[in-house]
């Protein structure tokens, strides 16, 4: 089968191109962001309508080194035709600068004017204006909600692409058009004012994950005695005439019915809140302005306020972070993988955390324990990385459109958080607590647990925490195992040792799937490196909070 020619969309960032894609393609990308660095890596999809391949790249951006913004010029270049995207409120200045920074001399080109809805009403006098003057199709059009009638028009703009005329800036199409460079700014929030913005902004953020965390517990706390009484009981009864090895491995103290179970209960309602409030957060526009305001506190840490976003994705899923990480500097991407690391507790973690708190009966331990987080992350990455000094890494600075967030939008993107739970993090789960099973049953767990007995004491810690600390490495849900035997160890240990457990399972290192994809990211020895200095600040931390509680 021959292949189809490529359509690359090329714009700066936040431009409306995912949208544009994903209303061209119908893949479920959940890519209708309106936030800055929403895509990291090229997406590819065969559109039969106009027999082509269309590309959707990351937002181009002109100052700093971000591995994303080569990626995108890399794909303009290979490209057979390429859609120019700018925004009808910015059109002027965009155009101007992709003509610019582009090389498109030889390059077959239409031009995709969104923000229909937000642009002002000469934008159709401009479009003419760049027909004329560049000789390409242009058509203007709402890419977040692209009918039909619109996805019309962008196709036969991409079949009819032509060779520009001329290469001009569009200082000559404003002469001739009349038109003023920028014509419509988003409105002004107290998220822009210099003293009050950041505390504003660090307390929405706050908000966005206390909230959903806090409904997740209440739902649980009611669920789980009512599923003990409904199901997990019988089960057991009935279980008593299986084979001694399938009672182990179904209904034992760490098996697939009676531990299982836990991580849907107290994970998934996690899973569906947080990524609910996160596709709100960035639907409306409201996290691109919280990322902007805290852009200067950040950078004390070695962070931007860019490289929040990474981080802010990382309490969903930490793989999912990293690769977000292509879209930091070089100067501070090291610096953000730490970060996220050590400070961003991904959905499957907090749900764990959630359910030892609350089988302890200290649930109100988490909320401090989740602020811990954040603070040690972000003295951690400071001592390791220092403060951003790179004068290349320019303050956030232009505001985002604030909107409505748009219900299939919202609705695609936790979709796809909840597909991966499902597919992915519920199987590993119950893989864990099948693996966790046969040691027990075999004695390979009570061996482990002797020898790290004196090791846990230093921390005074029993040596039965030893199992839940190894599989919290392997997947941070793995600390789910550490309520075995109904919770016994738990009941068993004080406030202060339940937290310093905790936070030495949750924090001594990354999950290897997060691990491994830090080093196909940034090497082995960057991953090493990283890995290295989290397990020395986590023991350190854990010491130190051993002997304060």
């Known amino acids: 089968m021959p292949t189809p020619p490529s359509i690359v969309l090329a714009g700066l960032e936040s431009v409306g191109k995912s949208a544009l894609f994903r209303g061209l393609t119908g893949q479920v990308t959940g890519d209708e962001a309106n936030f800055r660095g929403s895509t990291v890596v090229c997406r590819k999809c065969r559109v039969p309508d106009c027999g082509c391949e269309v590309v959707d790249t990351p937002g181009i951006r002109l100052v700093g080194d971000a591995q994303t913004t080569q990626t995108a010029l890399a794909a303009t270049q290979e490209a057979d035709a390429v859609l120019l995207v700018a925004r009808g409120t910015h059109a002027v200045s965009e155009v101007e600068t992709l003509l610019r920074e582009l090389d498109l001399q030889q390059k077959r080109t239409a031009l995709a004017i969104t923000f229909q809805d937000k642009a002002p009403e000469q934008i159709q006098t401009l479009a003419q204006v760049y027909r004329e003057r560049l000789g390409i199709p242009v058509v203007v059009v709402n890419a977040r909600e692209l ?5 019309g028009r962008v196709l036969a703009a991409i079949q009819s692409a032509a060779q520009m ?3 001009q800036p569009t200082g000559g199409v404003q002469q001739g ?14 998220f822009e004012h210099k003293i009050v913005g950041p505390w504003l902004a660090l307390l929405s953020m706050g908000l966005m994950f206390a909230l959903p965390v806090y409904a997740a517990y209440v739902f649980a706390s009611w669920a789980q005695p009512l599923v003990d009484e409904l199901a997990i009981t019988p089960l057991k009864a009935a279980a008593a005439s299986w084979p001694q090895l399938a009672q182990v491995l179904l209904t034992g103290g760490y098996g697939i019915i009676t531990l299982g179970w836990y991580s849907f209960l107290w994970a998934f309602p996690v899973v569906l809140l947080i990524s609910l409030s996160v596709a709100l957060a960035e639907e409306t526009g409201w996290k691109d302005r919280i990322t902007a305001a805290l852009d200067p506190w950040l950078r004390h840490i070695g962070l931007s306020g860019r490289d929040l976003i990474p981080v802010l994705t990382g309490f969903g899923c930490n793989v999912v972070a990293v690769f977000q990480s292509r879209s930091c500097s070089k100067c501070s991407r090291a610096a953000c993988v730490s970060m996220i690391g050590f400070g961003s507790a991904c959905s499957y973690q907090i749900g764990a955390s959630l359910s ?4 302890a009966g200290h649930p109100t331990l988490f909320f401090p324990y989740l602020a811990a987080l954040l603070a040690v992350g972000a003295l951690h990455t ?3 990385h220092g403060a951003l000094v790179d004068e290349g890494v320019q ?4 505001r985002s459109f604030l909107q409505r967030p748009s219900p299939r939008a919202v609705r695609w993107r936790m979709r796809a958080a909840l597909g991966q739970f499902l597919k992915q993090a519920m199987p590993i789960f119950l893989l864990i607590c099948f693996v966790a099973a046969l040691l027990e049953h075999f004695g390979v767990m009570a061996w482990f647990t002797a020898g790290l007995a004196p090791v846990l004491g230093l921390f005074r810690l029993p040596g039965e925490a030893a199992p839940g600390i190894l599989f919290s490495i392997l997947r941070k849900d793995g600390l789910l195992t550490l309520n075995s035997g109904e919770g016994a160890l738990l009941s068993a240990l004080s406030a202060g040792q339940l937290v310093v457990l905790v936070w030495l399972a949750s924090t001594f290192t990354a999950c290897l799937v997060t691990l491994w994809t830090v080093r196909r990211e940034l090497g082995w020895k960057a991953a090493a490196l990283i890995a290295g200095r989290q397990a020395v600040t986590s023991l350190v931390s ?7 509680i």
Do not use: Y
């Not at 303050?395 to 232009?398: T, V, Y």
């Open 542 to 548: 854990a010491w130190v909070i051993s002997w304060w």
């Open 382 to 384: 400071r001592l390791w």
């Open 177 to 190: 058009g009349g038109l003023h460079p920028l014509a419509v700014q988003p409105e002004t929030t107290p």
């Open 356 to 359: 030892l708190f609350g089988a």
């Open 147 to 151: 009918d039909q009638e619109g996805r």
């Open 165 to 167: 005329k001329a290469v």
């Open 395 to 398: 303050l956030l600075q232009e």
